[in-house]
């Protein structure tokens, strides 16, 4: 547990996904920048909204790669970046997410996430926020003790050993009546 683990709470409303975790990891090592964050410390989550009637639904079957995936880590020790690495329907580029709020802090062997994500940088420009929707979901936080990736603990699978959104657990979004 004092090695890796994480709690993450997430929220919403029309206009964004709102993300906070507390990781616990007794190494902080984050070396890497861009697209290669994943082999250090960072925290990477996925999202879909191709969910049809509460199921998972892939046309033929087979494994499903078309969805949202991000990283967020903190580069050089101090500068918080969210990293869009794939967009559901290729709707998003790929790269350093500007539009997005984010912070990210070291205390002791925390490190501490708080992101606003707009949906439209989730699903793109043209996406219409239905708070009724069922949506795939995975998370995970990656291990680094200074010698590579050794691995990583996660909230539902799909993104980790391999990218299949039907691994995905789902999430409802649970708002005041």
Known sequence: KEDL???????????????????????????EVGANIWRGDMLQFAIED???????????????????EFG???????????????SEHNKCPNGIVE???IAIKRDGSHIIYEMAIPWTEIFGAEYEFDANKIFGFSMLANDNDGEGRRGWIEYNSGIG?????????????????
Request: one cysteine or more.
């Open 72 to 86: 967020a880590a903190l580069v050089n020790n101090s500068t918080p970046i969210l990293y869009r690495y794939s």
């Open 161 to 177: 050993s391999s990218k299949n959104g039907l691994l995905f657990g789902k999430m409802s979004l649970v708002g005041k009546n």
């Open 5 to 31: 683990s994480f709690d993450c709470n997430v929220m919403w409303d029309e206009e964004n996904l709102y993300v906070a975790a507390n990781v616990t990891d007794n190494i902080f090592c984050q070396n």
């Open 99 to 101: 539009n997005v709020d």
């Open 50 to 68: 191709k969910l049809h009637n509460g199921d998972f639904v892939l046309a033929g079957g087979g494994v499903d790669v078309n969805f949202t």
